[in-house]
Structure formats: structure tokens, C-alpha cells
């Protein structure tokens, strides 16, 4: 079992930027691949950044690209989204997620072990 708990969350303007973190316990993160989805309420969950066990790949939703970085730190058993530019459309529940796929992936039904998430809200 995983345990993930974010951090970070909170109110941001216009342009801003946040980091947010994820604490894993019960097991080395370095067995997983990490991922960032986010959810607003009445939609589905939206994925937002993967990052490999190694950390030598990751991938973005397209809405992101250029403006969020997912990075982890493997000894601290942490990953990070740094979030920049941020936008209204920014505004969601954010949540980790762990997975044995490797590579990470895009599609939550892969993933194995979700946090309980953290608020970030982007005012105008």
C-alpha cells in the first residue's frame, strides 16, 4: 500500500504560480510512476502531468504544456508540480497519483493509488 498526501494547494491570481507536493509513505515512490490530474466539480478527472520511475520522462495534457513542470525527488520520497502562468481555468482539485506502469501514463484507470487531493484555486 501507498500512501499519498499533496500539498500545496491554495488561492493564486492571474499569472501567478504555486508548487504543489506529494508525500508518499508505505512503500519506496521509486517503484512508481508518478501522476497530476486535477477535477472540477461536474466533470470527469482530467489529467494534468506524468513523470517515469526514473524521472527521465514525462508527458503533458496539451492545456499545460509550457506553463506546469512535474519533477520528484526519489530519496525524498516527494513529487512536484510547479505550476506557472496560471490561469482561471487553472481552478480544480488536484490530485497525485501512483502507478506500476513504469512509464506513467494519461488515464487514471491505470493508476493504483490516488491522494485525497489538494484545492487550487486562479481568481481573475
Known amino acids: 500500500q501507498v500512501q499519498l498526501v499533496e500539498s500545496g494547494g491554495g488561492l493564486a491570481q492571474t499569472g501567478g504560480s504555486l508548487r504543489l507536493s506529494c508525500a508518499a509513505s508505505?512503500?519506496?515512490?521509486?517503484?512508481?510512476?508518478m501522476g497530476w490530474f486535477r477535477q472540477v466539480p461536474g466533470k470527469e478527472r482530467e489529467f494534468v502531468a506524468t513523470?517515469?520511475?526514473?524521472?527521465?520522462?514525462?508527458y503533458y495534457a496539451d492545456s499545460v504544456k509550457g506553463r506546469f513542470t512535474i519533477s520528484r525527488d526519489n530519496a525524498k520520497n516527494t513529487v512536484y508540480l510547479q505550476m506557472n502562468s496560471l490561469k482561471p481555468e487553472d481552478t480544480a482539485v488536484y490530485y497525485c497519483?501512483?502507478?506500476?506502469?513504469?512509464?506513467?501514463?494519461?488515464?487514471?484507470?491505470?493508476?493504483?493509488?490516488w491522494g485525497q487531493g489538494t484545492q487550487v484555486t486562479v481568481s481573475s
Open positions: 497519483a501512483a502507478t506500476g506502469r513504469g512509464s506513467g501514463t494519461s488515464y487514471a484507470y491505470e493508476y493504483d493509488y
Open positions: 508505505g512503500r519506496p515512490l521509486r517503484a512508481y510512476a
Open positions: 513523470i517515469s520511475v526514473s524521472g527521465g520522462s514525462t
